[in-house]
């Protein structure tokens, strides 16, 4: 089993950043493909940001590519979200999720860890 506690939400202004953090318990999270996700009011889960378990290969959602950055540091199980130019659309419960190799990076279905969720507001 993996637990996974996500910190550094909070309000910012447009334009401001963020840096989300997650750090697993239990098993090792390095043999796990990590990923951010998103999900607004009233909105389905939104795949954010992805890095591979080998940390190879690091993929981003059309929305966020070029402002936002996914990286980890395997000595402290902990993976990162750097937000950057924060825009209110940006507004959301984030989530980190962790899979086993092999699975669509994509897909929310295929990541059998979640953390607990942290509030992102970005006020215009």
């Known amino acids: 089993q993996v637990q996974l506690i996500e910190s550094g939400g909070g309000l910012v202004q447009a334009g401001g950043s963020l840096r989300l953090s997650c750090t697993a318990s239990g098993r090792t999270f390095s043999s796990y493909n990590k990923a951010w996700f998103r999900q607004a009011p009233g909105k389905e889960r939104e795949f954010v940001a992805a890095k591979s378990w080998s940390g190879g290969s690091t993929y981003y959602g059309d929305s966020v590519k070029g402002r936002f950055t996914i990286s980890r540091d395997n000595a402290k199980n902990t993976v990162y979200l750097q937000m950057n130019s924060l825009k209110p659309e940006d507004t959301a419960v984030y989530y980190c999720?962790?899979?086993?190799?092999?699975?669509?990076?994509?897909?929310?279905?295929?990541?059998?860890?979640w953390g607990q969720g942290t509030q992102v507001t970005v006020s215009s």
């Open positions: 999720a962790g899979s086993p190799p092999g699975r669509s990076i994509v897909d929310p279905n295929m990541y059998d860890y």
